[in-house]
């Protein structure tokens, strides 16, 4: 907690029996309240990352996101910040993006069925997946016809960050020669986690619907 890796600490506290989750020993009333607190709290990092490792007996999760190619938007113009807005949006309106959101809405109502969460699952990993995004997201920004090429910005910043992110994951791995990891990634990232990891030597990719069959 003091290194600010509340991820890790979480991993730590749940390796402990529940009758040790207590204060004392350096944890303050405060610190227990926050950790009891963050095992709840609904993210992928909480609620999946941090208890596989606790079950596993690992000491710690790894945080890979990284936003350091993130800018603030130029003072000038004024409304920079409206017109890229406007140029991404109408870039995204077009039918792929349609036909995903109500994919999407349609998963999501299956969800309270049984295997309806293994199901979402298995739509977010399908092989088509990849490409969806890219064709209602990412491939329709590049093609955008804003003269001060927003889409391309857009695209060049998403690329950056995946890569940046990819890097930590390669950094842990070979830190760690002939282990396994599990990322966790949002479905947008994993066209990208699989293209740029794929060109790594010494990684080797494990389809993720052959652990969801």
């Known amino acids: 907690m003091a290194a600010g890796e509340r991820a890790s600490a979480l991993v730590q506290w749940l390796r402990l029996p529940a009758a040790e989750r207590r204060e004392g020993h350096g944890l303050s009333g405060e610190l227990v309240a926050s950790l009891d607190t963050l095992k709840n709290k609904r993210n992928e990092t909480t609620l999946v990352a941090a208890p596989l490792a606790a079950r596993l007996g690992l000491e710690r999760v790894w945080s890979v ?51 309806g969460l293994l199901t979402m699952y298995r739509a977010y990993n399908d092989p088509q997946a990849a490409l969806k995004v890219y064709q209602s997201d990412f491939g329709a920004a590049l093609t955008e016809p804003s003269p001060q090429g927003f889409g391309r910005g857009y695209v060049g910043y ?44 010494d990684v080797q990719l494990i389809d993720a619907n052959r652990v969801l069959e």
């Open 158 to 201: 998403w690329e950056t960050r995946n890569l940046r992110m990819v890097a930590n994951m390669r950094d842990i791995l070979g830190q760690h020669p002939g282990t396994r990891m599990l990322a966790i990634v949002g479905a947008s990232h994993k066209g990208y986690y699989e293209a740029y990891l794929n060109l790594m030597h």
């Open 65 to 115: 996101d990284d936003h350091s190619a993130d800018a603030p938007y130029p003072t000038e113009p004024k409304d920079y910040a409206i017109q890229y807005g406007k140029a991404i949006e109408g870039a995204w309106d077009n039918p792929v993006t349609k036909a995903r959101m109500a994919e999407n809405e349609k998963l999501q109502e299956g969800l309270a069925q049984p295997g």
